[in-house]
Nanobody
Framework: QVQLVESGGGLAQAGGSLRLSCAAS????????MGWFRQAPGKEREFVAA????????DYADSVKGRFTISRNNDNKTVFLQMNSLKPEDTAAYFC????????????????????WGQGTQVTVSS
C-alpha cells in the first residue's frame, strides 16, 4: 500500500530553518517525481517545490526560491525540503506528493499531476 509520511514540522522563528522529510513506501519511489505543497488556513493548496525522478531537475515557487531546497534519496525512499530564512507567511500545513507517471527529468507544479499524498506536517513561523 502506498504511504507517504511527513515529519520535521514545528515552530520556528522568522529567519530560522526547518527540514522536512517525507518517507515513502509501497511503490517504485525512484520512478516518481516528488513535490511539496502547502496550505494555510482559509487558502488554497499551493505548490512549493518539486524534484524529478533522478533528482536532476527541480522547480520552486517564486515565493520560496533561494530559501528552500528540495532533494531526494532514492535508496532510502525519502524526499526532503530544507527551509531557510523562514517567514511568517510560510506558516502552513506542508504535504509531500508523488507523481508516479512522470517521465524522466519532468516535474509539475500542478497538484492534479500528483496522485499520492501524505497527511501533512504543520509549520508555524513566528515573527
Amino acid at each position: 500500500q502506498v504511504q507517504l509520511v511527513e515529519s520535521g514540522g514545528g515552530l520556528a522563528q522568522a529567519g530560522g530553518s526547518l527540514r522536512l522529510s517525507c518517507a515513502a513506501s509501497g511503490w517504485a519511489f525512484s520512478r516518481s517525481a516528488m513535490g511539496w505543497f502547502r496550505q494555510a488556513p482559509g487558502k488554497e493548496r499551493e505548490f512549493v517545490a518539486a524534484v524529478s525522478r533522478g533528482g536532476g531537475v527541480t522547480d520552486y515557487a517564486d515565493s520560496v526560491k533561494g530559501r528552500f531546497t528540495i532533494s531526494r534519496n532514492n535508496d532510502n525512499k525519502t524526499v526532503f525540503l530544507q527551509m531557510n530564512s523562514l517567514k511568517p507567511e510560510d506558516t502552513a500545513a506542508y504535504f509531500c506528493a508523488a507523481d508516479s507517471t512522470a517521465i524522466m527529468r519532468y516535474v509539475s507544479a500542478n497538484h492534479i499531476a500528483y496522485e499520492y499524498w501524505g497527511q501533512g506536517t504543520q509549520v508555524t513561523v513566528s515573527s
